[in-house]
C-alpha cells in the first residue's frame, strides 16, 4: 500500500500561485501513475492532472490546462503541482492520489486546502 502526504496548500489572492507537494512511500513501481484531485464543499471530486509514473507526460483537467504544471521528481518518491493565475473557484481541498497501471484510483492523501481569494 501506497501512503501519500501532501503539502503547500494555504491562502492565497486571486491571480497569485502555490505549489503543490506529495510525497509518497511504501510499495511504489514504475508502472504506477499519480494523480491530483481536488474537490469543493458540496461539490464532486474533480480530476485535475495526472502523469504516469516512469513517462513524465502530464494530463490536465480541462479547468486548469494552462495554469497548473503537474511534475515529479521520482527519485524521491514526489510529484508537484504548480499553481499560477488562481481564481477563487479553484478554492478545494486537494487530494494526492496514486494507481497502479490500468487500475483504480485507491491510494489517498489526507489532503490540503487550497483558499483562494477575490
Known amino acids: 500500500q501506497v501512503q501519500l502526504v501532501e503539502s503547500g496548500g494555504g491562502l492565497v489572492q486571486a491571480g497569485g500561485s502555490l505549489r503543490l507537494s506529495c510525497a509518497a512511500s511504501?510499495?511504489?513501481?514504475?508502472?504506477?501513475?499519480m494523480g491530483w484531485f481536488r474537490q469543493a464543499p458540496g461539490k464532486e471530486r474533480e480530476f485535475v492532472a495526472s502523469?504516469?509514473?516512469?513517462?513524465?507526460?502530464?494530463s490536465y483537467g480541462d479547468s486548469v490546462k494552462g495554469r497548473f504544471t503537474m511534475s515529479g521528481d521520482f527519485a524521491k518518491n514526489t510529484v508537484y503541482l504548480q499553481m499560477n493565475s488562481l481564481k477563487p473557484e479553484d478554492t478545494a481541498v486537494y487530494y494526492c492520489?496514486?494507481?497502479?497501471?490500468?487500475?483504480?484510483?485507491?491510494?489517498w492523501g489526507q489532503g490540503t486546502q487550497v483558499t483562494v481569494s477575490s
Open positions: 511504501g510499495r511504489t513501481s514504475d508502472n504506477f501513475a
Open positions: 502523469i504516469i509514473w516512469s513517462a513524465g507526460i502530464p
Open positions: 492520489s496514486s494507481r497502479r497501471s490500468g487500475g483504480p484510483w485507491s491510494s
